[in-house]
Structures are given as C-alpha cells and as structure tokens.
C-alpha cells in the first residue's frame, strides 16, 4: 500500500520531514509551551461546573437557549450520542470571561466530535 511523501514539519525553518504537523521536538515544545491543564483554568472549579452542564445537557451538540451546536457531526448527522466534553465553542486562550460563559461559549460534545473540533481550531495540535 503506498504511503504519502513525507512533507516539511509545520515549524518555520524545520529540516525535518513528516507525515502531517510537527516533528516530535517541535511537539514537544509545543506541548510544553501550552502549560497544564491546571495552569491553562481547568481547575477543581471547572470539574464541577462542566459535570452541572454535561448533567443539564447530556447530548452532543446541546447548547443553552437552545443555540445550535458548532462541529458536532452527531447532532448534524441526527445521531444521538452521550456527552463527555463540555466544549468551549470560541477557545478561551486564557480569557476568563470566555472561559466561565456556560450561556455563550459552552456546548456538550462526546469525545470524537471535540478531538475534530480541537484538532481543527489549533491546526492539528491537541491537547
């Protein structure tokens, strides 16, 4: 089965070829640039307040007011699957007033649906 060229990593200047991204020093750099999910607000705090949310909307793709979802193929494709995630729709990036706006920016996704998400918002890197 033939495989795809490898292609420059996605750092400006990087040497290294790739399947897709960054090389593994540049991940890793990455990863260690990003901080904790502590560091990053996922505290105590939010635990408790994303399991309240996940509780009062138990499906993917379910928002308050009844907004529609962002990137939740469940919902699009009608499918009816269990919440994991209370996803931030705009990334907060630090910002306390988007990070704790369970009415505008929060919205319940399972697993598959927010890795889509995320990894499409940070160009392939997750976290």
Avoid at 19 to 35: I, V
Avoid at 101 to 115: I, V
Wanted: with cysteine; glycine share 8%; net charge positive.
């Amino acid at each position: 089965m033939p495989t795809a060229p490898l292609r420059p990593c996605a750092t400006a200047r990087c040497p290294n070829k790739v399947r897709s991204g960054h090389c593994a020093e540049h991940s890793r750099q990455r990863e260690q640039a990003r901080g904790s999910q502590r560091e990053r607000g996922y505290t105590r705090r939010w635990e408790q307040a994303s399991r309240v949310f996940k509780a009062r909307y138990p499906l993917c793709g379910m928002r308050p007011k009844g907004q529609p979802p962002v990137m939740s193929r469940c919902h699009d494709e009608g499918r009816v699957t269990a919440a994991t995630v209370t996803d931030h729709v705009i990334p907060h990036r630090g910002d306390q007033a988007l990070m704790w706006d369970e009415d505008g920016n929060w919205q319940s996704l399972c697993s598959s649906c927010h890795s889509r998400k995320t990894a499409t918002e940070d160009g392939g890197f997750r976290g």
